[in-house]
């Protein structure tokens, strides 16, 4: 299987490419300068096109706005396309909505299958719970950018599909500030290399529910990745999530 990695130096793109070489793909690298990574040649997008006309699927783990213009491309040349870019505003989301219509596009916030049957537990402990208060806590490397997570904005809609209703997010509290019944808390961490922490807590009739996944490694994330590519390379135009290939 062919596939192009974009964002092959990044922290999680290298994992990507090590995994994807390490099953016997042909991988090919995207990143801001050319370089070679255990063997894998890393080329600057303006090699993309190219490399599009043989590939099998591409794999994005950039930023929003570099993955908006790529989006494009990789629609033109119909190759399935996987991405992980997270902190997308709404038109970021329409561009790769509008990319669909020409191609198979899996977009997700988490490949990690952990995180998939975290959201199910979720969904149930909050439909089973429904006067409980809620709050949520992430933890992540003091690098990364986006606050909240994008794992965490999916966790806070899987809440608020639980609760058939959209509760105001309350994004850490400060001085006087009573909680509302229709408020959940969100709280962000960002210190040292910390790969990925999610915590739900349910608290009420005197007893406390707390749902947590962490992330030992970003190999999790990239072995998800590189199987979502699998899954996806024979797929027709259209809209896809991580738990459709799970």
Known sequence: MKLVVIGATGRTGSEIVAEASGRGHDVDGIARSEDTIEDVRVHTSDALPDLLEDADAVIDFTVPSATREYAELVAEAGVPYVVGTTGFNEQGIDALREASESTAVLKASNFAKGVQALMRVVEAGVEALPEYDIELTETHHNGKRDAPSGTANTVLDVIDQARDEEL????????????????????????????????????????????THRAESRRVFAAGAVDAAEWLADKEPGWYDFADAL
Do not use: P
């Open 168 to 211: 105001d997010r309350t994004h850490g509290r400060e001085g006087e500030h009573l909680r509302e019944e229709s408020e959940v808390g969100v709280h962000v961490r960002r210190a040292g290399n910390v790969r990925g922490e999610h915590e739900v807590m349910l608290a009420g009739n005197d007893e406390v529910l707390t749902l």
